[in-house]
């Protein structure tokens, strides 16, 4: 479970990301976060693993306090919450295989438990043909489906995503979006920003709208799926 509770950003600049935004997502949910550019739906985004502090407000993972957590933790924090970046950065000149790799070296996974869960993660998003190519030899959509093995290469309970569409056909969008409906399946929660309304119609699902950093609208559209997999449950 995740909370946000009154949760307000203000930058050095004065700018407010986030105005008083409260809502509870339970393990297992898919939810979609929305709104126009400068909402404020990348500064939620960056909340739930601490790239972001709020400037008020409680955000509880589980039952810990994220503001709480020592540098230590937050490093733990990290391994709980996959990200999907609107410009995903990859080791350009090595191998998709070796990218994915790189993640499980960075946080510590045992060895012995890497050629699995790599092979995991590529069979996922259907990948595994494509292990040996560089990365900017993929297509977009393609480096998006390496971009996401890596995020889910850990198991983290959680799933961020931001704009993970972008820049892509409506053919691949979908072929994305299918991916990430089958992970949320295997029961891990997603939350999925997009400036993408058609997309948020297609497959409907949970939706959180901010607008100049206000949550203006929470719904629930059948997408709740909580599991109570034991592997969901958070480690510290
Ligand atoms: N690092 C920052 N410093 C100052 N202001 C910021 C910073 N990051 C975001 N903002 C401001 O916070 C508000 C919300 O921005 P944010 O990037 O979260 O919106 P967004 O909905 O993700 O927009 P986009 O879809 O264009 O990425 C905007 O007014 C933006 O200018």
Redesign the pocket.
């Known amino acids: 479970m995740i909370k946000f509770t009154h949760i307000s950003k203000k930058?050095?600049?004065g700018?407010?990301?986030l105005k008083d935004v409260s809502f509870k997502i339970e393990q297992g949910e898919f939810v979609y976060v929305v709104?126009?550019?400068?909402?404020?739906?990348?500064?939620?985004l960056k909340m739930f693993n601490r790239e972001e502090m709020p400037t008020s407000g409680e955000i509880l993972m589980g039952n810990v306090k994220i503001s709480r957590l020592k540098n230590n933790q937050v490093y733990k924090l990290r391994r709980q919450v996959g990200v999907i970046r609107?410009k995903d950065l990859f080791l350009p000149n090595r191998s998709a295989y070796e990218n994915v790799e790189y993640v499980l070296s960075a946080c510590d996974v045992p060895k012995e438990e890497w050629d699995k869960r790599i092979l995991d993660a590529f069979t996922t998003v259907g990948m595994w043909n494509f292990r040996e190519h560089r990365t900017y030899e993929l297509s977009i959509g393609q480096q998006k489906k390496i971009a996401i093995a890596r995020a889910i290469v850990t198991s983290p309970p959680v799933l961020i995503a931001d704009?993970a569409t972008a820049n892509l056909d409506n053919r691949s969008a979908m072929d994305i979006m299918k991916l990430f409906n089958k992970i949320n399946r295997q029961g891990m929660t997603v939350v999925f920003?997009t400036?993408d309304s058609t997309m948020v119609n297609t497959l409907r699902r949970r939706t959180l709208e901010?607008s100049y950093?206000n949550l203006i609208r929470d719904d629930r559209k059948g997408g709740y799926s909580a599991t109570n997999d034991p592997k969901n449950v958070y480690v510290w």
Do not use: R
């Not at 709104?35 to 939620?44: C, D, E, Q, R």
């Open positions: 930058y050095d600049n700018n407010y990301g709104g126009k550019s400068g909402a404020g739906k990348s500064t939620l609107q704009e920003a400036h901010l950093g």
